[in-house]
């Protein structure tokens, strides 16, 4: 990654590359990452777990846990707010490790609403445990689903930003008919929860397929290129906002080798 700042506008890009594996295809992302099955999570007291976890131990992944609330949960029997905790081991900009972290992501799940985003201020390492949690209320029944996940995404130092353009040239390494590159805005706004096909991030701001159309297939050893100027999309840097560039291939090594630009006033 490259960052550089060009002197007297403010203006500043930073750089990616990517090359898609040999042994498989499908989704990969620059600029930050979105982890999140496909499958909802319906925690309950009565007839399933209060907890369900994402991520795998030991691994650096240095993000944020959201959930997208599929409705407004519900606590019977009792009194107070049945809230949802994430915990596990966190990490601060600054390398403070914390082994035993927890942070209220949903303080009362009756106050939940169809495909509400929340996240956490907390960056995770390793596993993220979700838990409904009843403490003192008295509760005898209580239930929440929700998709779930990590998030990382650029913000340029939690600064606010706008992104003005943006630029992907690269080679391809297979024919593919499925290929696609997306520039998303990360933010609370326009998530759509699903049951077994959830697909995390909002509409994308900018999208090859719908600029191309049928031009936008990969041939195996030939150049491409695709750029979008005049953005001007403001990104809350500061407030968990911040861009993600995601890119969708349907081909073992689609994409010998790519590199993307993200151009933003600050």
């Given at each position: 990654m490259i960052e550089f700042l060009r002197k007297g506008n403010r203006k500043r890009y930073k750089s990616y590359s990517l090359r898609t594996p040999s042994g498989s295809s499908g989704t990969y992302h620059l600029s930050g990452y979105y982890v999140a099955p496909a499958a909802d999570a319906n925690l309950n007291q009565d007839q399933g777990s209060?907890?369900?976890?994402?991520?795998?131990?030991?691994?650096?992944?240095?993000?944020?846990?959201?959930?997208?609330a599929k409705e407004a949960g519900t606590a019977t029997g009792g009194s107070g707010a049945v809230t949802i905790v994430c915990s596990g081991t966190s990490v601060t900009d600054l390398g403070v490790r914390d082994g035993s972290a927890s942070e209220t992501i949903v303080s009362d799940i009756t106050a939940m609403s169809a495909n509400t985003y929340y996240e956490t201020d907390l960056k995770w390492i390793g596993t993220v445990t979700y838990t409904l949690t009843v403490g003192a209320t008295g509760h005898t029944a209580y239930a929440a689903d929700f998709n779930y996940g990590l998030a990382k995404y650029e913000d340029f130092?939690?600064?606010?930003?706008?992104?003005?353009?943006?630029?992907?040239?690269g080679m391809a390494g297979a024919n593919d008919t499925?290929?696609?590159i997306e520039v998303l805005h990360h933010s609370s706004s326009g998530w759509t929860y699903h049951d077994s096909a959830f697909v995390a991030g909002a509409t994308a701001l900018a999208k090859l397929s719908t600029d191309y159309s049928t031009e936008s297939d990969l041939d195996n050893g030939v150049e491409f290129a695709w750029k979008r100027t005049n953005l001007w999309k403001h990104v809350e840097g500061a407030a968990s906002e911040g861009i993600i560039i995601r890119i969708t291939t349907t081909a073992n090594a689609a994409v010998e080798y790519m590199d993307a630009h993200i151009g933003v006033h600050i």
């Amino acid at each position: 990654m490259i960052e550089f700042l060009r002197k007297g506008n403010r203006k500043r890009y930073k750089s990616y590359s990517l090359r898609t594996p040999s042994g498989s295809s499908g989704t990969y992302h620059l600029s930050g990452y979105y982890v999140a099955p496909a499958a909802d999570a319906n925690l309950n007291q009565d007839q399933g777990s209060t907890t369900v976890t994402v991520g795998a131990a030991n691994v650096p992944y240095g993000a944020h846990a959201f959930l997208v609330a599929k409705e407004a949960g519900t606590a019977t029997g009792g009194s107070g707010a049945v809230t949802i905790v994430c915990s596990g081991t966190s990490v601060t900009d600054l390398g403070v490790r914390d082994g035993s972290a927890s942070e209220t992501i949903v303080s009362d799940i009756t106050a939940m609403s169809a495909n509400t985003y929340y996240e956490t201020d907390l960056k995770w390492i390793g596993t993220v445990t979700y838990t409904l949690t009843v403490g003192a209320t008295g509760h005898t029944a209580y239930a929440a689903d929700f998709n779930y996940g990590l998030a990382k995404y650029e913000d340029f130092g939690n600064k606010a930003f706008e992104i003005v353009e943006f630029e992907a040239v690269g080679m391809a390494g297979a024919n593919d008919t499925g290929f696609d590159i997306e520039v998303l805005h990360h933010s609370s706004s326009g998530w759509t929860y699903h049951d077994s096909a959830f697909v995390a991030g909002a509409t994308a701001l900018a999208k090859l397929s719908t600029d191309y159309s049928t031009e936008s297939d990969l041939d195996n050893g030939v150049e491409f290129a695709w750029k979008r100027t005049n953005l001007w999309k403001h990104v809350e840097g500061a407030a968990s906002e911040g861009i993600i560039i995601r890119i969708t291939t349907t081909a073992n090594a689609a994409v010998e080798y790519m590199d993307a630009h993200i151009g933003v006033h600050i």
